[in-house]
């Protein structure tokens, strides 16, 4: 059935408070500095997102699935998630996932907390283990472009979704839907967007979505 509408959500920065999932991950995997300079360099536009998930993903040579699901059990999530996902489903609105963050990430934090997930970069996998290599990139572009798809695909209007981001990445989107939100965000972010806020906890979001929501009523 076609919901009322969508709201994206970005997860580094975002759902991921302190940094990114993939420097959690890199301090698991034993590359985490090289990729923290990395990412510096991607937030500076010094380095592309390919350059960057490349740079990762070397880091991820050999390790098995398992390994990576198990040190997601600790990937530290703002709080009040739950919530805001059950007020979604609760009011008709689909909530997605739209990140750079890699697909392994993003399928476990919407098994986990009941959003739908909606694609991304991905590891290359032999067998058992990951071999190192980006199998399929996905930037800033590619989410904009996934998740207008989606919306296509739902039935939804761009008019009838919103999206919430902290950085870079999230410009194009930002740029694309009617509503967006920078929370916890950039400077560069706060510029894009049409509402930013500063919150500890995502609940404090909900005011923002009651508004937008209004709209369709």
């Known amino acids: 059935m076609k919901p009322k509408g969508i709201v994206f959500f970005d997860i580094d920065g975002t759902l991921v408070p302190s940094g990114s999932s993939s420097s959690f991950l ?38 098995s699935a398992m390994s990576i699901d198990q040190w997601l059990e600790s990937l530290p999530l703002i709080e009040g998630i739950d919530t805001v ?29 009941g959003f739908t997930a909606n694609g991304g970069p991905r590891v290359g996998f032999d067998g ?9 990139h996905f930037d800033e572009f590619d989410k904009r ?18 999206a919430v981001g902290d950085s870079r990445s999230d410009i ?3 740029q694309a839907v009617p509503a967006s939100l ?9 510029d894009a967007a049409s509402t930013a806020i ?3 906890d995502l609940t404090e979001i909900l005011p923002w979505l009651r508004e937008w929501l209004q709209r369709f009523d």
Not at 28 to 47: I, V
Not at 182 to 190: G, K
Request: proline residues 5%; contains cysteine; glycine residues 8%.
């Open 26 to 63: 890199a301090a698991r995997l034993g590359h985490q500095p090289e990729l923290d300079r990395a990412e510096t360099l991607y937030a500076q536009g010094e380095l592309t997102n390919q350059q960057v998930s490349e740079i990762d993903a070397l880091g991820w040579r050999g390790v």
């Open 145 to 162: 472009d996934r998740a207008l798809r989606f919306a296509g695909k739902m039935g939804v209007p761009v008019g009838g979704c919103c």
């Open 198 to 200: 500063i919150a500890q």
């Open 182 to 190: 920078a929370l916890n965000a950039d400077a560069a972010a706060q």
């Open 85 to 113: 996902v059950s007020w979604c489903r609760d009011n008709d609105v689909e909530p997605v996932l739209a990140s750079l963050a890699w697909l392994p990430v993003s399928r476990w934090i919407a098994e986990r907390h």
């Open 172 to 174: 194009p989107l930002f």
């Open 128 to 136: 058992s283990v990951y071999d190192g290599t980006v199998a399929e």
